[in-house]
């Protein structure tokens, strides 16, 4: 099969579907005729290839992805986007996302018209932009414990059943405070509209270099969110407390003890979305925040 000048710059695409969800499947499989069509070598993710049933052929895993395709196509929604996405960060590989159900932050392609919309993306008419991760260790005792990379935040937080906990927390070195809270949430500007939202911290345009660290539930009103600059160096120690953890993006984990220390800083790795042409953050922010919407004269929103 001839393959286009169009083709040629995306060779091999890999699609990413939603894992556990088979309502898609006639939907993934379309999805990669129309690509073959067009002259594109598709790839499945090993997981959405297995449950589709493909042939090991046409199935990689994430790294295999990173080290052989040009773009990989997410189905589903923020949540398998963000997956993805860390994985993929280390290779470059840029990411178009859609999704199935309402507009995502990060997947923003509507399912029922996603063949025409990537066709125009792949014929040059697209919008590029690079979003920044964070990358955590924890120390216990001097030695390095675990290592994650987080797209949206990185979380360290007191058990269900457990009360405050006391966290010492240092920028580049410089003592900031002791707080007392229920955790702490360092976030990147793309993570600024996840958890750090819902506890009250702002929301930071994702072209903005900064990391925005906002406080769970503090004991003092006084700890109030704050904007930090993206060089610096976040360290975060468990001072008292029990029962709590660190997690990256919700989606990896790791037990915390007293005076085990998180060090949080912006990864050298960064993640590059393709929008459609015309694609603005704004609107986004509009439609998932409900900014469009008013109140009527029987009170409800329009």
Known sequence: MPTSAAA??????????????????????????????????????????????????????PDEIGAQAQLA??????????????RLAPFRVPLIGVNQGRLG??????YD?????IADMLDGNRVSEHRSLLEGTVYREGSATFHGFA????????????????????VDGHFMYNQR?????????????????????????????GIVMVPIAPHALSNRPIVLSDSGVIEIEMASGRDCSVNFDMQS????????????????????FLHPQGWSYYDTLREKLHWNEYPSASGQLK
């Open 8 to 61: 040629a710059d995306f060779f091999t695409i890999a699609i990413i579907g939603k894992h556990g969800d088979t309502s898609a499947a006639d939907a993934l499989r379309e999805l990669a005729t129309f690509l073959e069509a067009r002259g594109h070598r598709v790839v499945f993710e090993s997981d959405t290839a297995r449950e589709l049933g493909c042939p090991p052929a046409q199935s990689m895993t």
């Open 73 to 86: 196509i997410v189905v589903g929604g923020d949540g398998t986007m963000l997956g993805i996405a860390r």
């Open 105 to 110: 932050f990060m997947t923003d392609i509507a």
């Open 113 to 117: 018209s996603m063949l025409p919309v």
């Open 151 to 170: 797209f949206n935040d990185v979380v360290v937080s007191r058990g269900s059943g457990s009360g405050m906990v006391e966290l010492r927390v240092t």
């Open 181 to 209: 809270s229920d955790g702490l949430i360092v976030a990147t500007p793309t993570g600024s509209t996840a958890y750090a939202l819902s506890a009250g911290g702002p929301i930071l345009q994702p072209q903005i270099g």
């Open 253 to 272: 984990l790791a037990a915390l003890q007293v005076h085990d220390r998180v060090v949080v800083r912006r990864s050298v790795h960064t993640v590059t």
